[in-house]
């Protein structure tokens, strides 16, 4: 049945150590595609709670798939597609169904928001509106076009001062599987300097290069100083808003624009996994995170 076929799926990505975030918009999408295929199944059957993962026709996942574009967006619809997927490709390893309809959809495109990559201008103001400890935590993700949040999750011990370099993990991949990026940062350069300077002027002992000091560790996702860390220096700053996240394509932005780092250099500095078939071809030789560390680094944006 559906409901114990997601709490299985769902038992398994947390022993497959995925992120707490992860696993919970996994949840999100299953809870919303069974409430909303029991009312279509209902219809024929009002006596219905449950349903079997085989009920679930290609004719119901495409009416869903519809639905969910229609009610949120395209690009949420293809989220629940790629999550729902998932948990039938799980059954079907186990080996307790045959059949999975939703790769056989024909997902849409459809209009995306543009992306709002922040004039360097409005990245100067907000940076000098923040506080100083917010500066360092922004410097970290202009040195190193990292995700919004890794710098909360950097630990000391990813911070390597003799070899001059700092690892940012990730578990955005395919299984959660946890990765390492080194970022390169040799002594000497701003990216070095700024975490010489943090560690020698931190008050207390904690594992975390920012160290939240209402609970004595590392910040949460949700602490009113990383949430709404943009928000209120763009206030201040009096510029439109933009988010952290925002900040790594404006990286990605000022390197492709500096014309000194290949395709491949972004990539691997930004952590992305492979390079695009267009990129294959145009790339002979694989980049590494050297090359676009030292632009950041010589980038004297702020």
């Not at 619809?77 to 999550?83: D, L, P, Q, S």
């Not at 202009?142 to 001062?161: H, I, N, Q, Y």
């Not at 080194?182 to 975490?195: A, D, K, Q, V, Y």
């Not at 160290?211 to 220096?233: C, E, S, V, W």
Request: hydrophobic content about 35%; some cysteine; proline content about 3%.
């Amino acid at each position: 049945m559906f409901s114990a076929a997601s709490y299985d799926y769902l038992l398994d990505c947390e022993d497959r150590d995925m992120t707490t975030g992860t696993v919970q918009e996994k949840l999100n999408h299953l809870t919303e595609f069974a409430e909303w295929t029991l009312t279509y199944i209902q219809r024929i059957n009002p006596e219905a709670v449950d349903f079997l993962l085989d009920d679930v026709s290609l004719e119901i996942a495409r009416k869903y798939y519809r639905h969910t574009c229609k009610a949120r967006t395209v690009k949420t619809a293809n989220n629940h597609v790629k999550n729902l997927k998932a948990c039938w490709n799980f059954h079907i390893k186990e080996e307790r169904i045959l059949s999975n309809p939703w790769p056989k959809l024909e997902k849409s495109e459809g209009d995306e928001a543009p992306v709002y990559i922040p004039p360097a201008e409005d990245v100067v103001a907000a940076y000098n509106a923040a506080e100083t400890w917010q500066q360092d935590y922004i410097q970290i993700l202009l040195k190193t076009g990292g995700r919004a949040g890794d710098p909360r999750k950097l630990k000391w011990e990813s911070v390597d001062f003799a070899n001059g370099t700092l690892s940012f993990w990730t578990k955005k991949r395919k299984g959660g599987k946890k990765e390492y990026r080194i970022i390169s940062m040799p002594e000497g350069s701003t990216l070095h300097t700024l975490l010489l300077k943090i560690w020698k002027d931190r008050e207390i002992e904690s594992e975390y290069v920012f160290n939240n000091p209402r609970t004595g560790t590392g910040y949460t996702r949700q602490a009113d100083g990383i949430k709404y860390m943009l928000h209120y220096a763009c206030a201040i700053a009096g510029v439109r808003r933009f988010t952290l996240k925002d900040l790594r394509d404006f990286v990605a932005l000022r390197l492709d624009d500096s014309k000194e780092a290949s395709l491949t250099d972004i990539q691997n500095i930004l952590g992305h996994k492979r390079p695009t078939t267009t990129d294959i071809y145009l790339k002979a030789k694989r980049g590494n995170t050297e090359t676009a560390a030292r632009i950041l680094d010589n980038d004297d944006l702020v």
